[in-house]
Structures are given as C-alpha cells and as structure tokens.
C-alpha cells in the first residue's frame, strides 16, 4: 500500500526534481508505523471475528 507504485495518489504526489512530495524515506517511516496495526487488526479478526462465522483457527 506504501509502495511508490502501487497507489495512484502516492505516484501523483511522489517527489520530482522540481516538486518536493513523497520520497521512500517518508513511506518506510509510515509502513513501520501501519505495520502493528495491521497485524494487530488481521489477528484481532482471527480470534474474534471469524469463529463467530464458523471458521475455526487452525494452528
């Protein structure tokens, strides 16, 4: 999602020669930021969410 081209509006607004913006040392600090939140949501889902749809955790 952080990746320069993997998200119209981070390409729009990634940095030029001639126009300051977005450069891979701003996307690496919001990635590390939004990695423990990710992981924490997706296993919040896994033990909350999914047994109450019938999917079992299967470790």
């Given at each position: 999602m952080t990746l320069t081209s993997s998200a119209k509006p981070?390409?729009?607004?990634?940095?030029?020669?001639?126009v300051p913006g977005y450069d891979a040392r701003h996307l690496l600090r919001l990635s590390a930021a939004l990695a423990p939140v990710s992981l924490a949501l997706v296993l919040a889902c896994a033990v909350w969410l999914w047994p109450m749809l019938g999917l079992g955790l299967h470790l």
């Open positions: 981070v390409a729009m607004f990634a940095a030029t020669d001639t």
